[in-house]
């Protein structure tokens, strides 16, 4: 499973990737607003910082709601960088823009994504990555890592290429389940990540071996 970083906070971004563990990036609309970016040139920059940093895909949202400001955006994104996929929301605009993108071999990642019906339609019109959020389903007392399931079944059943990108991870069991269920991807916080390092007998185990090695070697 891939793991993408979901914030626009660069040295977070810098940090996984110092790990060695980090295939991409995702942010969005509220990620970059959380870090004062604002005003296109600043955004088209920023995008630009992280694409350094990261050796990965990085997917930048479009703000436009219809298709031919979808398509202007995208193609903007696309062309600042070779690591840039576009990231449009799952309406009937966004679903056209990805099928034309898609047939230019522009990456997508489609996204707020809530059902299966809608990872069933992202596929169809050729997403690279399809997003369902499982913390915010997760939120409204809904299982969010059900939908992941039922969208491996049905990717998996008709060959469709498209990637599950579990996104709205919150913890590191939402990590772990996400790969148990075979998500393609999985993007969250850094503490998502960070956090499958944490085990106390590892802890325990590893001062205990260096109180050893001491004694022996004084
Ligand atoms: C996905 O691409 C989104 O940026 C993100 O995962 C949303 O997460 P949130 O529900 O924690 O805001």
Redesign the pocket.
Known sequence: MKFFI?TANLDDIAEAQALGVLDGV???P??MAKEGITGEANILAHYQKICEIVDGDV?AEVISTDFEGMVAEGEKLAALHSQIVV?LPLIADGIKACKYFSDKGIRT?V?LVFSAGQALLAAKAGATYV?P?I??LDDISTDGLNLIAEIRQIYDNYGFETQI?A????HTMHVIDCAKLGSDVM??PLSSIKGLLKHPLTDIGLAKFLEDYKKGNQ
């Open positions: 979901d995702t942010t969005n509220s990620l997917s990231k990642n996204t997003s959020f913390g915010r990108l996104a709205s991870v919150r993007t969250g």
